[in-house]
């Protein structure tokens, strides 16, 4: 199934049930007045928060997304049962904007409710038009009607560290050794076409798909990711020793991230040259010192295939999760 993080869904909360014209039945009191129930209210048309990163998936198909109507009121000023609420279950960190008014709500937290559309109230019975000159009134209201709008919604996924770089920097391998979390890896373009999360000693890292030379303006997996970033604390930007120039390649994601804007190039970054058993000592040290220049910080060298070093980088990102 494809990642799904952008949807938009016409909703509708349910009409209230009306108000009904009735009369009490007491035995022995033929007199007993009035007794037409109030009708039940509208279900509602709510967000609630989830740790599914697919729950957006579950809508593509979906036509409207409706609260049930609220049901007549009874006999014996019996109310009627209110219709039950739809409940959009979305990603942590979605976004929601309603057409009809402009409003936007996000989701930050798991369980977290937003009421979006308020279904109608309920009618009147007849036993609330009963008064001095009208000891049996035969009036009772409608329920009011439900609201209506068409809601976009869009994912940026939250995450305290963000692992960005080219295809085939080794992100997924390396969101995969730090909290197996199972990344698919593979030695081709664009290994991760989704972002992945990995619980790292409580924090959260994302493995944000690899981008590319014009990202921000839509090329390959284009923006549609770049906005994932927005949310996270600090980036970990990994330069593959693969690059037979490593600089540029660290320019070229720098660049696209300025370009997009939003602050991402603004964002604490740890610089990591990656993959480095596949290099000598020497050519390590070389690439390393460019890199250095180029990003004005130290930059780690990781292997996972290297214990100590992914000691070092593992303690090293600790301390930087641990600052908040």
């Known amino acids: 199934m494809a990642f799904v993080d952008e949807i938009t869904v016409r909703a509708a909360s349910g009409h209230g049930g009306p108000g ?3 009369w009490l039945h007491i035995k022995g009191n033929e007199k007993a007045g009035p007794g ?3 009708g039940g209210r509208g279900g509602d048309v709510i967000l609630e928060g989830v740790r599914d990163l697919a729950a957006l998936a579950n809508y593509r198909y979906t036509k ?3 609260g049930a109507d609220g049901e007549a009121g009874g006999s014996n000023e019996m109310h009627g049962a209110d219709g039950e609420p739809y409940i959009l279950k979305v990603p942590v960190g979605t976004v929601a904007r309603m057409e009809s008014t402009g409003e936007t709500f996000e989701i930050l937290s798991e369980g977290q409710q937003i009421l979006l559309l308020r279904g109608g109230n309920g009618g009147l019975g007849n036993p609330h038009f009963k008064g001095p000159s009208n000891q049996n009134p035969k009036t009772a209201t409608p329920g009011k009607p439900g609201k209506e709008s068409v ?8 995450a305290d560290a963000g692992l960005i770089g080219f295809p085939n920097a080794g992100k997924s391998s390396l969101l995969n050794e730090l909290t197996r979390a199972r990344s698919k890896v593979g030695a081709y373009p664009f290994t991760t076409l989704d972002p992945h999360l990995g619980d790292f000693y ?4 994302a493995d944000i798909p690899g981008l590319i030379e014009g990202a921000s303006e839509g090329r390959g ?3 549609r990711f770049l906005k994932h970033i927005e949310r996270t604390r600090f980036l970990v930007h990994l330069v593959s020793s693969e690059q037979e120039d490593v600089v540029a390649a660290y320019r070229s994601i720098r660049d696209e991230l300025a370009a997009f804007g939003h602050g991402l190039d603004e964002k604490p970054e740890l610089v990591v040259l990656s993959k480095a058993d596949m290099l000598s000592v020497e050519e ?6 460019a890199l250095e220049a180029v990003a004005g910080k130290g930059v780690l060298e990781l292997s996972i295939l290297d214990d100590d070093l992914m000691k070092s980088f593992s303690d090293n990102l600790t301390r930087r999760l641990g600052t908040r």
Request: charged content about 25%.
């Open 20 to 22: 009904v014209v009735r």
């Open 36 to 38: 037409g129930g109030d």
């Open 64 to 66: 409207v997304a409706r």
């Open 151 to 158: 809601i976009h919604i869009s994912l940026k996924l939250i």
């Open 202 to 205: 409580g924090f959260i890292l």
């Open 221 to 223: 997996l284009g923006s």
């Open 284 to 289: 390590r040290k070389e690439r390393v010192q």
